[in-house]
């Protein structure tokens, strides 16, 4: 569920980041959810890419 979440929201930064500059800090804010879900997953001792 968290993967699937990060995998999401990864995903919708490098569109932001690549093409649409207008929501510009709203995108980076994206990315460091995904970067804490993914951090969370390997403290608590699960696989964080399955």
Not at 6 to 20: M, N, R, S
Not at 34 to 49: H, K, M, S
Request: aromatic fraction near 10%; glycine fraction near 8%; charged fraction near 5%.
């Amino acid at each position: 569920m968290l993967t699937t979440i990060a995998t999401i929201l990864v995903i919708l930064w490098l569109l932001g980041f690549l093409g649409f500059h207008v929501l510009g800090s709203f995108i980076h804010v994206l990315l460091v959810i995904a970067i804490i879900i993914f951090l969370i997953r390997i403290i608590q001792g699960r696989n964080p890419i399955s």
